[in-house]
């Protein structure tokens, strides 16, 4: 437990304590784990065999209530055979278009297309479909990695701090938000160059920065120059 960060240990004393999550929301019962995090995360944590069938799959909490509907429209379960739930998606989709069946549920077309792939095949990382990272042969795990080392890098994920990018090895690097040059939008699954700012191998961290001197903010506007002082005297 010695080499988890402090969230993830206080998982692991939960469930040493009570046994194993029967459902995502028991993660808001762990200390130092809260709702923004949760809400961050829900959607690539998996209960299986758990109270929620749902929780098995990608689908966030926050969609619960849209996948309960497809699937009673439907009349589906998650458990149902693969080849069913593919048969009656398909029949839905093509007996009502995807942005008429969106705007019946008050759901984005996104959320209603991802949790019609979950039913079909719940528990389907998006990730694993995006393309494979341009690696170097010569980076194999943590110990290749040294400050200032640039190479290629897959998004894996984005988050409010920044992007999580795969590297070619076990752990995946955080490029901090504050490393991006000002303006610069990442997406999941772009293939960018980074530079290993810090290794931290006793807590499997790693921190990359942009090539190039780092992230920059802003230009500010020069200030306009001070007037000279002048002294003024009488006589």
Known sequence: MKSCGPVAASIVRWRDAHGAFRNRRQLLDVTGLGPRTFEQAAGFLRIRDGDEPLDA?????????????????????????????????????????????????????????????????????????????????DVLSMDDLLPGLELKGTVRNVVDFGAFVDIGVKQDGLLHRSQLPFGTVLSVGDVIDVEIQNVDKERGRIALAWP????????????PPKKPKVDWAIG
């Open 212 to 223: 190039g001197g780092g992230g920059h903010k802003p230009q500010q506007k020069e200030a």
């Open 57 to 137: 799959s990608a689908i966030h909490p926050e969609s619960y209530a849209v996948a309960r509907k497809l699937l009673k429209r439907t009349g589906l379960s998650l458990t149902a055979p693969a080849g069913d739930r593919a048969a009656k998606i398909k029949a839905l989709a093509e007996k009502e278009p995807l942005p008429a069946l969106a705007a019946e549920l008050g759901a984005g077309e996104p959320t209603v297309a991802d949790i019609l792939e979950q039913i079909v095949r719940p528990g389907r990382d998006p990730r694993a479909d995006l393309p494979a990272p341009v690696l170097r042969s």
